[in-house]
């Protein structure tokens, strides 16, 4: 990784594990040599492995500058005992000696972590299967399938959790990546299922929490609730009756639309970002962070997605003569304005992505102040939470940019067919 000057391995939680480094040294202001250091224990490993031993070159000396002429003419020694070889000289104000050091490091070898007995925790789980909603363990002798005729409650009993123990995933996009209803990480554990019901508390059933690290799981616990309401009929549809479900879920519809955009090419918006889009997702919890997080990403990924040049090239082919200090959002006004739409209708297509951009500016672009609090005070009056909000926000975006595609595509399709007679 250039970025940290190592050679790096991912550790059993999927962090990055620093294991030969780079380090360049430096003495007032200038560099002056270069170390390189490695694991003593992964070095070792690797003789082991390639049965080979390691060699040091060493060369010390030691003067007493006040009092030192010269070496003389006696003879050095040569040593070549314990795995050492080299030449020395010792006389009445001065010393060295040089040489090297052959040795083969001891290597431990250590049980593989996955040979350790596995841990599980429990959770309150809707035991369905019992009618009864209790403390059930996720070990596999604790659960059973709906195959097997006992009183254990079934693997896909559902476990509730407060919304906040998705922020983990979302604040670390290098490290997991947060689909839809799934989640994978990078130190190779993956949570099959989950979702989020009516009253806004995420789900998943014990048999995929079960295939988590233990301490996967005990993250997990520490937002386990009590169900609220039952699991989502999102959940219920697919997971239970195998049906096909269409769920109206507005980020991930802008996401496809978006992904449309990218896929035929269009000049006027561009995919600056996939790792941006890629991690933009609803509001899950009641977090405030979450919800300034989830604006932040929308507007980085809508509306700098769009190409100032380009749109200003399309106006004028549209007959459009737009001021060079218009920018992005009024440009594409002057678009819509070149395909028939009156001014007012332009204005008012655009409005989402405006709305989009000014809340980033007053919420993340700036240090938040009363104007903000009064923002997300607005905001759950009006729409019932945070989350509702930024649904409705994507929504309204997603209808503009479908307007707006739909527009320059006609246009487009009509300039072509026109050459074309």
């Excluded at 995933?169 to 799934?182: A, G, I």
């Excluded at 929490?209 to 520490?222: A, V």
């Excluded at 035929?264 to 996939?274: A, I, L, V």
Aim: hydrophobic share 35%; with cysteine.
């Amino acid at each position: 990784m250039h970025e940290l000057n190592s050679w790096c391995k991912l550790d059993k939680n999927g962090d990055i594990d620093e294991i030969i480094k780079i380090h360049e040294l430096e003495k007032e202001g200038e560099e002056y040599g270069t170390v390189v250091s490695i694991r003593f224990s992964v070095l070792a490993e690797y003789c082991y492995l390639t049965e080979t031993a390691v060699v040091r070159l060493f060369d010390v000396d030691r003067i007493d500058y006040a009092n030192f002429t010269r070496w003389g003419s006696s003879p050095e020694e040569v040593v070549a005992e314990q795995g050492v070889f080299g030449k020395r000289k010792v006389i009445s104000n001065a010393s060295y000696f040089r040489g090297v050091q052959a040795f083969a490091p001891i290597h431990e070898d250590k049980e593989d972590d996955t040979s350790e007995e596995q841990q599980y925790a429990t959770f309150i789980a809707q035991d369905w299967k019992n009618k009864r909603v209790e403390e059930i363990s996720c070990a596999p002798s604790a659960i059973d399938n709906y195959f097997t005729d006992s009183d254990k409650a079934f693997e896909l009993s559902p476990a509730f959790f407060n919304a906040e123990v998705i922020l983990k995933y979302k604040s670390d996009t290098d490290k997991y990546t947060l689909e839809e209803r799934s989640i994978t990480s990078r130190a190779g554990w993956y949570l099959k299922s989950y979702d989020i019901n009516e009253a806004g508390q995420i789900h998943t059933y014990l048999g995929d929490l079960q295939k988590l690290p233990y301490s996967e799981q005990l993250h997990w616990k520490q937002y386990n609730e009590k169900p609220k309401a039952p699991i989502s009929e999102r959940s219920l549809e697919t997971d239970f009756k195998g049906n096909w479900f269409k769920v109206c879920n507005p980020v991930e519809d802008l996401k496809r639309k978006l992904d449309e955009l990218d896929s035929k090419g269009t000049t006027w918006w561009r995919m600056k970002n996939r790792v941006v889009k890629q991690s933009l997702h609803s509001v899950y919890s009641k977090s405030v962070d979450e919800w300034k997080e989830e604006i932040l990403r929308l507007d980085q990924v809508l509306v700098e997605g769009l190409v100032k040049k380009q749109l200003k090239a399309k106006a004028k082919t549209l007959g459009q003569n737009p001021p060079d200090k218009d920018r992005e959002l009024k440009l594409v006004e002057w678009c819509l304005l070149g395909c028939g739409f009156d001014a007012e209708h332009a204005r008012s297509v655009l409005t989402p992505w405006h709305d989009a951009h000014n809340l980033r500016s007053v919420l993340k672009g700036h240090i938040s102040g009363q104007t903000a609090e009064q923002i997300r005070l607005d905001a759950i009056k009006d729409f019932g939470s945070l989350r509702n909000h930024f649904n409705d926000l994507c929504e309204r975006c997603h209808e503009s940019l479908c307007v707006i595609f739909n527009a320059l595509e006609e246009h487009k399709q009509d300039k072509a067919g026109t050459q074309n007679i």
